[in-house]
């Protein structure tokens, strides 16, 4: 199976709230990521988490982490249509801390 | 500071052909990474450098592509000769030191359609 999974595809309501899952494989990573890809543009990183934290939330996003599952959640409030994008989570472990990606999720958000 | 600069945007070439992919990390970065992005794979990473050095080539596909960091400045991704299954977005990242978890800064991407 690949290092980090993600599912492909998630819509919503505008306005509601978004909860994007990722599970990884890697039980020493250390730092985990979410970048978001607007079309036709790079990857901009959103936030990160360090691995001995639980959770992190900054403004409309809020990230939760499961060590012992290795699952890793991005939830967006109140999402708006300027969120729609390509979600990545992603992650580092090892010496060279080289970030491995999973394939991103699809965010929709409709009216 | 213009962020990670890289050329062309897009690029469409014959099969066969050679193509070069050229990056410019952001000034006093060490490390640089090239990812390839498809719709099957997602995005690979195909080379890191570190300090100029490449450090893990193993997500090179083949013998065709090959990658240089001649200078702190500048990086190039060389395919020869390239083939249709080539054809993907084309990333090359670049990060300060300290490495655990300081961002990866991403350029807009190459797109490279080989015909």
């Known amino acids: 199976g690949e290092d980090v999974e993600q599912s492909l595809f998630l819509s919503v309501r505008e306005g509601d709230s978004s909860v994007i899952n990722c599970t990884y494989t890697d039980s020493s990573s250390t730092y985990l990521y979410w970048y978001k890809q607007e079309p036709g543009a790079g990857l901009q990183l959103l936030t990160y988490i360090f691995s001995n934290m639980d959770m992190k939330q900054d403004q409309r996003l809020t990230v939760l982490l499961n060590k012992k599952d290795k699952h890793l959640s991005l939830r967006i409030a109140d999402t708006q249509t300027g969120d729609s994008a390509i979600y990545f989570c992603?992650?580092?472990?090892?010496?060279?801390?080289?970030?491995?990606f999973g394939r991103g999720t699809s965010l929709i958000v409709h009216p | 500071d213009a962020g990670v600069i890289q050329s062309p945007r897009h690029e469409v070439t014959e099969m066969g052909q050679e193509v070069t992919l050229r990056c410019k990390p952001i000034s006093g970065h060490n490390s640089l990474f090239w990812y390839r992005q498809t719709m099957m794979r997602g995005l690979e990473l195909l080379i890191y450098f570190n300090n100029n050095v490449p450090i893990d080539d193993s997500g090179m596909p083949e013998d065709r592509f090959s990658a240089k960091m001649p200078n702190a400045s500048f990086s190039t991704l060389k395919i020869q000769p390239s083939e249709p299954r080539d054809s993907a977005v084309y990333f090359c990242a670049s990060r300060a030191a300290g490495g655990r978890g300081t961002e990866a800064f991403f350029g807009q991407g190459t797109r490279l359609t080989v015909v």
């Open positions: 992603a992650e580092t472990s090892g010496g060279s801390y080289i970030p491995t």
